[in-house]
């Protein structure tokens, strides 16, 4: 029975050899690949090796490549489906980039104009030249308060520091008027519940009469609950 017979292998490319191995395993290594038809074969006890490939009763173990398939060669032909597109070219690119370079002039515009109006009331009231004297640090708890002159009369003006004043705290005549609007301004849903810093900024050629007579009623009440400190704003004397 060809099961029974007992072969000696000689695998060449490790020149390893198996001795008195069954014929059914010889077989089977075949069919998995480990022997391939230039391996030898001999059977036990003779002294010839043998091709695997060239003795018939290994031929149907052999692995044989299958014919070509009409369906094959038409696939074949078929157009190949890339995943990716071609990139554009550097021209196509450029077109769709965004220019920033408006959008970078009309950003340092900004900042200049803001860099110009951030400096607060210095700029809506030109305040006394002094080359000594107390300056307030700008915060989000100062308010300025405002005193110039308009055909000859005292006008008064409030607001954030650094920002210019509404309409509504702009220009107030009298001293009644101020207190109203301030005690407004701090109460509103912003301000309310704060105490503040008040820098007093006050033309050169208004009196100091009027600075004291503000500063008086900002000591009153109900105004001094909400006023903590208050600074009376100069201009830096230039030498």
């Not at 490319?13 to 001999?42: A, C, H």
Request: no cysteine.
């Amino acid at each position: 029975m060809a099961d029974k017979k007992f072969l000696d292998i000689w695998i060449v490319d490790s020149n390893m050899v198996y001795r008195e191995v069954p014929f059914n395993v010889v077989t089977d290594w075949i069919t998995q690949g480990r022997l391939l038809e230039t391996d030898k074969f001999r059977h036990s006890g003779t002294g010839e090796w043998l091709s695997i490939g060239d003795a018939p009763e290994f031929i149907p173990y052999l692995p044989r490549p299958e014919p070509m398939r009409a369906e094959d060669q038409a696939e074949a032909l078929e157009p190949v489906q890339l995943d990716f597109q071609a990139q554009s070219s550097r021209s196509e690119l450029a077109d769709d980039e965004v220019d920033m370079i408006p959008l970078i002039d009309v950003s340092l515009v900004l900042l200049i104009f803001f860099m110009l109006t951030a400096s607060g009331i210095g700029a809506f009231i030109q305040t006394p030249a002094a080359e000594y004297g107390e300056v307030a640090a700008p915060s989000d708890t100062t308010i300025w308060v405002g005193i110039a002159l308009q055909e000859g009369r005292p006008v008064y003006s409030l607001g954030d520091e650094g920002k210019s004043p509404s309409e509504q705290n702009k220009n107030l005549p009298t001293l009644n008027d101020f207190a109203a609007r301030f005690q407004a301004f701090v109460n509103d849903h912003q301000h309310k519940g704060r105490q503040f810093e008040v820098s007093i900024n006050a033309g050169p050629d208004v009196e100091a009469g009027l600075v004291r007579s503000l500063t008086a009623e900002l000591e009153k009440d109900p105004l001094r609950k909400n006023v903590i400190r208050k600074y009376v704003g100069v201009s830096e004397r230039q030498p």
